[in-house]
């Protein structure tokens, strides 16, 4: 079958600085993939350049076939391609529930008016079971009155998750989705992907190596804009440049 995500040449500059240097990139349906890389190496830019949030300087995004490059990021969501933050944004004065279904709607504005999807008690019913069924994925049931203000660093993390979900992702992208966590929380998300990750395609942007070398079936490593190594997690962490660009940072650790 098709790539899910095709990216060419994909290059971004700040100014002077190139953050991401013609990276080309591609992913199979039902694969994970990791990147990985040292602080500063533009793994977050490289996600703002698929997801649309920065338009690129050069280089073109294909997503099931279809040139998307010039297409917003709302537009790319309800395509089925959706991201989480490097940072928990959630709002804090609403209720788990309330940021689920808002957030849901957020992105179905356009449909909303342009499909009369508010009036339609089908549609309306089928967000409901998207939100539900997310919000139980990620073990948030039972909290879905609570204000999200009330929710510990790592519900907020799972509620960012459900939120993605309930979006029924074909493509979900998740930045450093353990930063952050506590050990039994980075458990829990874990679990959460390894069970999630059977129904869709997945790109995670990670530091901690050790917790996701079992999680995905590729990693690519990315270092000053570039990608320096692809392959199986064990291949690419024996590999010799990805190990002295690692621990010559010191950055990076495999705990
Ligand atoms: N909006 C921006 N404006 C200017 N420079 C940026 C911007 N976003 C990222 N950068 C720079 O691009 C480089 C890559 O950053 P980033 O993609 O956040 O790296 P990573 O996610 O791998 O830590 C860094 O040097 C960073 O300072
Ligand atoms: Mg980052």
Not at 91 to 104: D, K, Y
Request: proline content about 4%; overall charge neutral.
């Amino acid at each position: 079958m098709a790539e899910v995500l095709k990216a060419e040449g994909l290059s971004k500059h700040f100014g002077g600085l190139v953050a991401v240097n013609q990276v080309s990139f591609q992913i199979k349906p039902n694969e994970s993939v990791g990147i990985i890389g040292p602080n500063g190496s533009g793994k977050t830019t490289f996600f703002n350049l698929l997801t649309g949030l920065f338009p690129p300087t050069r280089g073109r995004i294909h997503f099931f076939g279809k040139d998307i490059t010039d297409l917003a990021p709302n537009q790319r969501v309800l395509q089925g391609m959706v991201r989480t933050f490097q940072l928990v944004s959630v709002f804090n004065s609403l209720t788990v529930w309330e940021n689920l279904v808002l957030s849901t709607l957020r992105f179905h504005q356009e449909s909303l008016s342009e499909w009369g999807f508010l009036f339609s008690p089908a549609n309306r019913e089928s967000i409901r079971k998207s939100c539900f069924e997310a919000m139980k994925g990620v073990g948030l049931g039972k909290n879905w009155q609570t204000m999200t203000s009330e929710l510990s660093y790592g519900s907020k993390r799972m509620l960012e998750i459900g939120i993605a979900l309930s979006l029924r992702p074909k493509l979900l992208l998740l930045d450093e989705p353990m930063s952050g966590l506590s050990d039994l929380e980075i458990v829990e998300v874990l679990e959460i992907l390894r069970r999630i990750k059977k129904d869709l395609t997945l790109i995670i942007i990670e530091h901690k190596l050790s917790k996701i070398v079992n999680l995905v079936e590729r990693l690519c490593v990315m270092n000053e804009g570039v990608f320096i190594c692809e392959g199986a997690p064990d291949q690419v962490l024996n590999d010799r440049a990805v190990r002295e660009c690692y621990w010559g940072k010191g950055e990076v650790t495999l705990s």
